[in-house]
Structure formats: structure tokens, C-alpha cells
């Protein structure tokens, strides 16, 4: 089993900041991909940002300039930095995993989901 633990959501005006984290913990080997995902009242749960464990990244369109994602591959963690908040931006925001455990089976993973609110 591979377990995340997100953290820093919580409520902030529009034009604010917010950074999120994400901790992956249990017997991993190799982490490939660690994405953000988030899901609005009434929407479909979509992707914002990925990025492998070379550093390559993808974003949603909507949140290209606005969002930087990072990871700590000593750390397992994965970060999302989200600048110039819009209401539109207000979801659960979900941390995604996928990679190998050390007994060769593969894990996709996710977290419990953390609130982010952006009032206008």
C-alpha cells in the first residue's frame, strides 16, 4: 500500500496564493508520475498539473502562468504552488501517484483530497 497525505488547502481571496503538498509514503521503489487533480461541485474531477520524476511537466490550460507544480523526489512529495487565484479555482484538489512498489507491483494512488476555496 502507498499512502498520500495532502495538506495547505484552506480559504483565500481572489488574486491570492496557496500552496498545496502531497507525501507519499509505504514501500515505494520508483515514483514515474505524481499529478494534481481537482473536482468542483457538479464537474467531472479534471487534471491540473503533472510532472514526472525527471521533471517534465503538463498543465491544464486553465491554470498555465498561474501554477508552478514541483517535486522532492528524496521526499516522495509532490507541491503545487497556485498564484493569481480565481473563484473558478475553487475545488477539492486531489494528489495522484503512480509508480513501482519494492515487491515489483505497480501502485496508482491517491490522496484524501484537501479544499481550496477562493472567494471573490
Known amino acids: 500500500q502507498v499512502q498520500l497525505v495532502e495538506s495547505g488547502g484552506g480559504l483565500v481571496q481572489a488574486g491570492g496564493s496557496l500552496r498545496l503538498s502531497c507525501a507519499a509514503s509505504g514501500r515505494i521503489f520508483s515514483i514515474n508520475v505524481m499529478n494534481w487533480y481537482r473536482q468542483a461541485p457538479g464537474k467531472q474531477r479534471e487534471l491540473v498539473a503533472a510532472i514526472t520524476s525527471g521533471g517534465s511537466t503538463n498543465y491544464a490550460d486553465s491554470v498555465k502562468g498561474r501554477f508552478t507544480i514541483s517535486r522532492d523526489n528524496t521526499k516522495n512529495t509532490v507541491y503545487l504552488q497556485m498564484n493569481t487565484l480565481k473563484p473558478e479555482d475553487t475545488a477539492v484538489y486531489y494528489c495522484?501517484?503512480?509508480?513501482?512498489?519494492?515487491?515489483?507491483?505497480?501502485?496508482?494512488?491517491w490522496g484524501q483530497g484537501t479544499q481550496v476555496t477562493v472567494s471573490s
Open positions: 495522484n501517484a503512480i509508480g513501482v512498489m519494492v515487491v515489483a507491483a505497480s501502485f496508482n494512488s
